[in-house]
């Protein structure tokens, strides 16, 4: 039998997700994103006012690839809150346009500007 060893990339991950309610693995940082999805996201969690934890996946590739299998999602952003995977770009999108996005940081407690959420809205309507 073959011992499986523990990935160093999804204990970080995990470390990561278990440490901060809102970690947003992306291409870039925050306050200088490298791709238009990222940026997307990132914009969207900084307008609503969001405090999270952004990771840089180009500047580890053992990351940018473990993100991939670690949430059997073959794309980046992506969004974590309160542990759990939520979603890539088009999918926090839609949330944030539906509301989905506000109810899913009211139950789990995470603060945010609801008037920027709503100007959100407004906006792309």
């Not at 499986?4 to 947003?24: F, G, M, Q």
């Not at 200088?32 to 006012?49: E, I, T, W």
Request: proline share 3%; with cysteine.
């Amino acid at each position: 039998m073959s011992e499986t060893v523990a990935d160093p990339a999804h204990e970080a991950i995990r470390k990561d997700i278990s440490e901060n309610d809102v970690v947003l693995f992306m291409k870039g940082t925050a306050s200088m994103p490298q791709c238009g999805f990222s940026s997307r996201v990132a914009g969207v969690l900084n307008y609503m006012g969001i405090a999270y934890k952004d990771v840089n996946v180009l500047a580890d590739e053992a990351i940018r690839n473990g993100i991939k299998s670690f949430s059997d999602w073959p794309t980046i952003p992506q969004l974590y809150v309160k542990g759990e995977f939520v979603g890539g770009c088009d999918i926090i999108t839609e949330m944030t346009l539906s509301g989905e996005l506000d109810t899913l940081l009211e139950e789990n407690g995470i603060a945010f500007d609801k008037d920027a959420a709503a100007k959100i809205r407004e906006a792309n309507a």
